[in-house]
Nanobody, 115 residues
């Protein structure tokens, strides 16, 4: 079955960096675009970044120039490098593949940006 396991979150000061990882299984990883989403309490998940099979990327305006999405198809893993973190980036982060028949979510990884 499709599974996503996110990791790498934590508590970081404003201006700091974190690298999130997403280990995927249960589908042909290299055949799908991968995205990162984030959710704050009481809200739905919002798209943060997408890495298409063409290697084109899309980022929400709030993270452009600070976040970088990447993938390693040999490891079935997607990454989100987050630099110059701001308190507004505090959220639970999730990854997913775009275009799968059903939407399955992992447990997410919490990112807290605070001094």
């Amino acid at each position: 079955q499709v599974q996503f396991v996110e990791s790498g979150g934590g508590l970081v000061q404003p201006g700091g960096s974190l690298r999130l990882s997403c280990a995927a299984s249960g589908f042909t990883f290299s055949s799908y675009a991968m995205s990162w989403y984030r959710r704050t309490p009481g809200n739905r998940r919002n798209l943060v970044a997408t890495l298409w099979r063409s290697n084109d990327t899309n980022y929400v305006d709030a993270v452009k120039g600070r976040f970088t999405i990447s993938r390693d198809n040999a490891k079935n893993t997607a990454y989100l490098q987050m630099n110059n973190l701001k308190p507004d980036d505090t959220a639970e982060y999730f990854c997913n593949a775009e275009g799968l028949p059903t939407r399955t979510w992992g447990q997410g990884t919490q990112v807290t940006v605070s001094s």
